[in-house]
């Protein structure tokens, strides 16, 4: 199964558009806060400091996520989404065998969804790999789900204990 959200970044790049027009928009009428507050420079810092969090914030959780399942490998990757063509220093790619696999969790927080992969190495120690998929569909994340729970299922001599999937316990 093959899975991207490369069609989210044109509302990406729409609400950074619409962020830098805003903050123009609050800088020219500056003058008009004054009348407010005397004050002006503590206004200021306070409208700074929101715009660069709401900055900072679209910045973490737009990332582009790519799946790929067919074959024998999987091969999962995260790239940052503002920027994407022109600088890759956000990318992280995972490939592995699917008998690797041990496990996985998902996580939906309000504004954040991830999604955490346990892969066996080759000498036998487990390792954690995370991927931001916020801006997947709940669709797609559900595909993605059965697309693992399928991987676990056919691996044979799997310790069920240490299996979760989501919130549930395979015991």
Same mark, same amino acid.
């Given at each position: 199964?093959?899975?991207?959200?490369?069609?989210?970044?044109?509302?990406?790049?729409?609400?950074?558009?619409? &962020?830098? $027009?805003?903050?123009?928009?609050?800088?020219?009428?500056?003058?008009?806060?004054? &009348?407010?507050?005397?004050?002006?420079?503590? $206004?200021?810092?306070?409208?700074?400091?929101?715009?660069?969090?709401?900055?900072?914030?679209?910045? $973490?959780?737009?990332?582009?996520?790519?799946?790929?399942?067919?074959?024998?490998? $999987?091969?999962?990757?995260?790239?940052?989404?503002?920027?994407?063509?022109?600088?890759?220093?956000?990318?992280? &790619?995972?490939?592995?065998?699917?008998?690797?696999?041990?496990?996985?969790?998902?996580?939906?927080?309000?504004?954040?969804?991830?999604?955490?992969?346990?892969?066996?190495?080759? &000498?036998?120690?487990?390792?954690?790999?995370?991927?931001?998929?916020?801006?997947?569909?709940?669709?797609?994340?559900?595909?993605?789900?059965?697309?693992?729970?399928?991987?676990?299922?056919?691996?044979?001599?799997?310790?069920?204990?240490?299996?979760?999937?989501?919130?549930?316990?395979?015991?």
């Amino acid at each position: 199964m093959r899975t991207n959200n490369a069609k989210v970044r044109n509302t990406i790049v729409s609400v950074s558009f619409m &962020q830098m $027009v805003l903050a123009i928009l609050l800088t020219t009428l500056c003058g008009s806060l004054y &009348q407010l507050t005397p004050n002006l420079i503590v $206004v200021f810092h306070l409208i700074l400091a929101g715009f660069m969090s709401l900055f900072f914030f679209v910045h $973490v959780v737009s990332k582009y996520f790519e799946y790929d399942s067919d074959g024998v490998k $999987v091969i999962l990757i995260n790239k940052g989404l503002l920027w994407l063509d022109h600088f890759n220093y956000r990318e992280y &790619q995972v490939q592995f065998y699917k008998s690797r696999l041990m496990a996985f969790k998902s996580k939906n927080y309000v504004v954040y969804k991830s999604l955490t992969l346990f892969i066996k190495s080759s &000498q036998g120690h487990t390792k954690k790999d995370t991927f931001n998929v916020t801006l997947d569909s709940n669709k797609k994340r559900c595909y993605i789900r059965e697309s693992l729970s399928k991987m676990i299922k056919k691996i044979p001599n799997l310790l069920i204990n240490t299996t979760y999937i989501g919130r549930r316990s395979l015991t």
